[in-house]
């Protein structure tokens, strides 16, 4: 091979690029943003024009359109990938992080908390955030959910005073797996859709394996909260003084638990109902005998927009808030001002993110997996799951590993005579797509800044988890497609 050829081969690319962004943050200090920036512009500047081209049509762009991408500057272009990411994810943090800390002045937090302590016991609390996690993470994105239960795993770590980490953890651990395993996320529809894999049994099938893989997170994360103990930190959006303020306040000066839950319950209630809407057929166009049933699902399709729904819920925190400090403007203010400051440095890195993953993905990673394993000579379920795990680990998105996948091992299925159903093809590669989150993916940024985790931390923590589950959920997809076939 020859020099131009290995320095313009993706493999040799990405790896640059994990040296810079790694490199620049855990030796040289590195601001996350700055080490990601810096990355997305060296993976940028090696990767050829032709690459470019086929990438974008790869993506469905006409041949003038994809030189037109090509020959664009290269800040251009990482503008353009951060801008996307920022686009998708920044009206949500901003709106999470007012929802967050409203929750924490107010305290709904603690209300919430001291509701579910009385219901669960205290022993049980990690448990019951796992399994809440897991249930929310089905019709809502996972970022959706961390940030929606953070606040709660604050204010329950101050009435503990232990087990901050292996509360993060259990929400990390049920969301993620509920969110590439079981429709109706991006991810499965279009993985079921492309290996024609029917909808309600890759939900049964993703719910069995996702009790089985979150059972084991939640074992490493008892052990990881053991080894690896993570106080509760200061940060400007959510002081220690103010939980610690709140946790001794008497019941009465607390809101009600149904208005506690109001700015949790209105995103993820209408969420959820666009979800079923969608996954049924219906849509806002859809023709129907009452007026009334049209107005309601017009509704619920303006609602049910991500961002809309957060925005809801940010103003009925805003007005709990406001209640609660009986109208103090300078006060809501300043928790206003607070909260946005936190928001605006994680929406920063989570977009640096976003254009590092975005210039990997135009080197044609994806592809140049896809040649590698596509005459692998092993059986097809380990396969399916290795090449999810190779494509999230290079590039960062669970979704986008379980698109690639799904895409180059569809024909290997169909021309195959498979001794088990599709099914646990399509099981594989979701849980592969758990593999490894690091520094070129949003949610790692995600859960770090808004947990205050280090990097290292969350390495040593949230990374390995999600393997294990990934692992986890492999070793049984292999035995259950030994035992019930479904052929």
């Known amino acids: 091979m020859s020099l131009q050829s290995l320095i313009s081969d993706p493999l040799f690319i990405l790896f ?101 302590l009385k ?47 292996l509360l993060v953890l259990a929400i ?3 969301a993620a797996m509920a969110n590439s395993l079981v429709p109706p996320t991006p991810g499965p529809l279009f993985l079921i859709s492309e290996m024609n894999i029917p909808i309600g049994m890759m939900m049964m099938g993703g719910f069995l394996v996702g009790l089985v893989t979150i059972v084991a997170g939640y074992l490493f994360a008892v052990w990881a909260n053991r080894k690896f103990p993570v106080p509760l930190r200061d940060s400007i959006d959510a002081p220690l003084k103010n939980i610690k303020a709140l946790s001794s306040q008497d019941n009465a000066n607390l809101p009600t638990l149904w208005f506690s839950l109001l700015p949790i319950i209105i995103p993820l209630v209408f969420i959820t109902a666009k979800a079923i809407l969608d996954t049924t057929g219906h849509s806002e166009s859809s023709g129907t005998s009452s007026f009334f049933a049209a107005q309601g699902i ?109 895409g180059i091992l569809a024909g290997m299925a169909d021309s195959m005579s498979l001794e088990y159903h599709q099914l646990y093809l399509g099981l594989a590669i979701a849980c592969g797509s758990k593999l490894i989150p690091w520094m070129n993916d949003s949610g790692f940024w995600i859960v770090c800044k808004m947990s205050n985790l280090t990097e290292q931390e969350a390495l040593k923590t949230f990374s390995p988890m999600l393997t294990i589950m990934g692992i986890s959920g492999l070793i049984i997809i292999v035995i259950a497609a030994k035992v019930f076939p479904l052929v």
């Open 119 to 165: 219901l669960t016991g205290v022993k049980n609390a990690p448990v019951t955030f796992l399994g809440s996690s897991f249930f929310l993470g089905i019709p809502v994105f996972f970022d959706t959910v961390f940030y929606l239960m953070i606040p709660l795993a604050k204010s329950m770590a101050m009435r503990l005073g232990k087990n901050y980490l």
């Open 298 to 406: 017009a509704l619920i399709y303006f609602l049910g927009e991500k961002n809309t729904a957060l925005i809801s819920g940010g103003l009925v925190a805003l007005l709990m808030l406001a209640i609660q400090k009986k109208g103090d403007r300078t006060e809501m203010v300043t928790s206003v001002q607070a909260a946005l400051m936190s928001a605006g440095v994680i929406i920063l890195i989570t977009s640096a993110g976003g254009a590092f993953g975005g210039m990997l993905q135009q080197t044609g990673i994806s592809a140049r997996i896809g040649e590698l394993t596509q005459d692998y000579q092993m059986a097809l379920i380990p396969l399916s799951f290795l090449i999810s795990a190779v494509v999230r680990t290079a590039q960062g998105s669970a979704t986008v590993a379980m698109i690639t996948a799904s």
């Open 16 to 116: 640059i690029g994990i040296i810079i962004v790694v490199g620049g943050i855990i030796v040289l200090k590195l601001h996350a943003f700055l080490a990601l920036i810096l990355a997305a512009f060296v993976v940028a500047l090696l990767t050829p024009s032709i690459a470019i081209e086929t990438y974008a049509m790869t993506k469905g762009a006409s041949l003038e359109s994809a030189r037109q991408l090509a020959d664009s500057h290269v800040g251009k272009r990482i503008a353009t990938a951060l801008g996307s990411t920022c686009g998708k994810i920044g009206i949500l943090i901003a709106m999470a992080s007012i929802i967050g800390k409203c929750m924490l002045e107010s305290g709904a937090a603690e209300k919430i908390v001291r509701s579910t």
């Open 172 to 174: 990390t651990a049920g």
